[in-house]
């Protein structure tokens, strides 16, 4: 009998641990400190590469005589932004959480921020229009209006955009 009051305490008392954890689960929302900035849209959160979901950032080229229009400053927006911080981060439903590399694709938050549509919004990134996501109109939206006030990239690259599916700075 002392057992099972026993067994009957413990379950009653852990029952809210593993409902917030599982709240946590389904909600999917995760926690973790930035170590590392790769480029304008891959880093480090505690140790592991991370991709922000649903835009695409400027990378340096590998050939050193090749100029990537604004991929230094994407990654120092990038850097200053979440470099060090504790971020939170949810998956897409849409998608998978990893691309076809292995890294994680996420929704990034600062303090309620949300950093993909900050990194468009700001001229630094593209809108991902190679898949269907969550968030596609919304960033489409923002890029459309970032285009409009010719900010960022749409101010000081050459932007070359091939039917519906992606843009791109021209490098050069």
């Given at each position: 009998m002392?057992?099972?009051?026993?067994?009957l305490m413990?379950?009653?008392l852990l029952l809210p641990i593993a409902a917030r954890a599982q709240e946590a689960e389904?909600?999917?929302t995760y926690e973790g400190e930035v170590t590392k900035v790769k480029n304008g849209d891959i880093f480090d959160i505690d140790g592991e590469s991370f991709r922000l979901m649903g835009i695409d950032a400027p990378r340096p080229s590998k050939c050193p005589r090749v100029v990537s229009c604004r991929a230094d400053e994407a990654k120092k927006f990038l850097e200053e932004k979440i470099l060090g911080r504790t971020v939170t981060y949810d998956y897409d439903r849409m998608q998978g959480r990893?691309?076809?590399r292995g890294?994680?694709?996420i929704y990034l938050y600062l303090d309620g921020e949300l950093v993909n549509a900050t990194m468009i919004e700001q001229g630094n990134a593209f809108a991902d229009r190679a898949r269907d996501y969550e968030k596609k109109d919304l960033f489409l939206g923002m890029e459309?209006?970032?285009r409009r006030r010719s900010m960022g990239l749409w101010h000081s690259c050459p932007v070359e955009c091939t039917g519906s599916t992606v843009c791109r700075t021209k490098s050069w």
């Open positions: 002392n057992r099972l009051m026993l067994v413990l379950a009653i389904v909600r999917g990893r691309d076809k890294i994680r694709r459309n209006l970032t």
